[in-house]
């Protein structure tokens, strides 16, 4: 395992991007989406066109039901968090399997359910290494929360559909086109097999955002305009390398800051945001051309900031930026403006006089004040559903859906980083991967950083 993830030619992904053919790996965007929010499933009571339409109402906990057991692929915090998300959406519910790379996250992970959920995971399900994605989708369970490395994710969503396993994928769906294709099409298959497929764009399960999309809908601002959305943060820290690591074992420690692991800020952070403009819009931008850079960060390849201009077919735009550097403003969120007003598409319309003209109505505190969160996070709501879904056999499917946010974002992206106009057309049709050519503990060049530079022939 020697090769520079990002060692390939960008005039060698665009002079690739008929290899596959669309249709030929992916068939039409829009498809393997029945069920999901807005598709007629228990998620929604969405009316028919030209009526008005009315949130869901989701379930605050999933019904009983025999006993369902998750396999859980990725031990890190976010891996961690929807175990514990799982087993509290409803009766008869058990973690009963789980895998990562490194057996000290196992031994944090099981520690934690053992200590704060009484629930104990024997040795013998507990599988390291690149192969233990196999062993826990074929160890007895029906449902599979991915939350592993992101360039992982399209082949353990894939190898976890073929079993017939229902699914919680965590964004984004992939790090590159081939990978976003893979999820779209094993996403199909998982609809055409009955199975569920909830992802973590959880804000399509966060009651405020529902009911001002309800509210968008509905003509409150009129028609949609324009959008902005961002991600400002603080730098992400750095995995120190330790004695006795292998290279590829530092940079997976390292991951948060690795193209080849992550996506970059657009496709790890950005793909929330644009995930809700998508749905608030109810398409996706067709080209993006942008621009990023990297002043201040300490280790990996990633970009410290990012700003994209994305276009729909009807010349309608978005803007996306992100940015990871301290000492800076920071803010996250979206911004849609319509013909007779603006919102924050999480709880707020105001008309463009600045007056409010609509507010979600949140829970009201001991102090008698509104608490400002929803009821159920969404972190659980999204598990509550995908049980509900399984246990009513309603099937949900949001495989599509985080394809489809997650392939803009990878577009702005590779905008940025060859400095063209990227188009979707590009996107669903690029042989480009990201990553080496075979996964194995031991040295790695590309532990020397080769940043990607626009204008130029090279990543």
């Known amino acids: 395992m020697s090769k520079n993830p990002r060692s390939r030619s960008r005039r060698e992904f665009i002079g690739n991007v008929a290899a596959l053919g669309a249709l030929g790996t992916t068939g039409a965007i829009g498809a393997g989406t029945a069920g999901a929010l807005g598709a007629g499933s228990f998620l929604t009571s969405c009316s028919s066109r030209g009526e008005k339409y009315v949130p869901p109402v989701f379930p605050e906990r999933a019904p009983d039901g025999p006993p369902l057991k998750a396999g859980l692929i990725g031990c890190g915090g976010r891996g961690t968090g929807a175990a514990f998300n799982f087993i509290d959406a409803g009766p008869n519910l ?14 944090r992970c099981r520690n934690a359910l053992r200590e704060q959920r009484g629930v104990e995971i024997p040795d013998e399900n507990c599988f390291t290494g690149l192969d233990g994605y196999k062993k826990v989708i074929d160890s007895d369970v029906d449902i599979i929360l991915e939350a592993s490395v992101s360039k992982f994710r399209p082949k353990h969503f894939e190898a976890a559909v073929q079993a017939r396993k229902h699914c919680f994928i965590e964004k984004p769906a992939g790090v590159d086109p081939v990978g976003m294709r893979s999820v779209m099409a094993s996403g199909r298959m998982a609809e055409a097999a009955g199975l569920s497929v909830v992802a973590g764009t959880q804000r ?61 800020s657009l496709a790890n952070l950005l793909v929330h945001n644009l995930d809700v403009v998508i749905w608030f819009f109810g398409k996706h931008p067709v080209n993006a051309t942008g621009f990023g850079g990297r002043h201040r960060r300490r280790s990996g390849d990633m970009y410290d900031f990012f700003s994209i201009d994305y276009a729909f077919d009807d010349n309608r735009t978005v803007h996306g930026m992100t940015r990871e550097i301290d000492g800076c403003h920071n803010n996250v969120g979206e911004i849609i403006l319509g013909t007779k007003g603006y919102t924050n598409c999480q709880n707020r319309i105001w008309d463009y006089n600045g007056n409010l003209i609509w507010e979600y109505q949140y829970p009201v505190g001991a102090d008698g004040q509104p608490t400002y969160s929803v009821a159920i996070s969404p972190y659980d709501q999204e598990i509550i559903n995908l049980v509900t879904a399984i246990r009513t056999n309603n099937p949900v499917n949001e495989a599509n859906d985080l394809a489809v946010s997650s392939m803009v974002s990878v577009m702005g992206r590779e ?30 060049e590309g532990l020397n950083p080769v940043v990607p530079v626009p204008g130029t022939s090279a990543g």
């Open 204 to 264: 399509r399960h966060q009651l405020d955002y529902i009911h001002t999309y309800a509210q968008i809908r509905n003509g409150a601002i009129g028609d949609l305009v324009s959008a902005k959305c961002y991600w400002l943060r603080n730098a992400q820290a750095v995995t120190p390398r330790q004695s006795g690591w292998c290279d590829f074992e530092a940079m997976i420690r390292d991951r948060a800051n690795w193209i080849w692991q992550t996506g970059d």
């Open 415 to 444: 905008s940025a980083y060859t400095g063209r106009q990227m188009t979707w057309e590009d996107m669903m049709n690029s042989s480009l991967e990201i990553g080496p050519d075979s996964y194995e503990f031991g040295t790695y």
């Open 94 to 107: 058990q973690i009963t399997a789980v895998t990562d790379l490194f057996q000290d996250r196992i031994d």
